[in-house]
């Protein structure tokens, strides 16, 4: 299994990037695919995932209505689109995957515990 993340760089607050988590030896079904920030100091922090069964969404309070996640099945990649960016978003972006055992139905909270996979992260620089 290979997570490869990219699209990070540098942009101006209330700039927008868009995140790629290109994934290879699996398929999405049955998983929760998500997306982790850790900025300097601070530990990981859960931004946004995704569940392909049932297309529920998780976002943290911090990101909802400004980011969203998505999943091209075709290209076996996962989005982040990100916009209003601020500089508290400044921090490397991971994206992992957790494989289910069974449904637990729809994806109300996500750990950073709970992931099986990592990709190796972007850095994502906002300034103000």
């Known amino acids: 299994v290979q997570l490869v993340e990219s699209g990070g760089g540098l942009v101006q607050a209330g700039g927008s990037l868009r995140l790629s988590c290109a994934v290879s030896?699996?398929?999405?079904?049955?998983?929760?695919m998500g997306w982790f920030r850790q900025a300097p100091g601070k530990e990981h922090e859960v931004v946004s995932g995704?569940?392909?069964?049932?297309?529920?969404?998780y976002y943290a309070d911090s990101v909802k209505g400004r980011f969203t996640v998505s999943i091209d099945n075709a290209k076996h990649t996962m989005y982040l689109q990100m916009n209003m960016l601020r500089p508290e978003d400044t921090a490397i972006y991971y994206c992992?995957?957790?494989?289910?055992?069974?449904?637990?139905?729809?994806?109300?909270?996500?750990?950073?515990?709970?992931?099986?996979?990592w990709g190796r992260g972007t850095q994502v620089t906002v300034s103000s």
């Open positions: 995704i569940q392909k069964t049932d297309g529920t969404t």
């Open positions: 992992a995957v957790e494989i289910l055992e069974a449904y637990r139905g729809s994806l109300l909270a996500m750990a950073s515990y709970e992931m099986d996979y």
């Open positions: 030896g699996l398929t999405f079904d049955g998983k929760i």
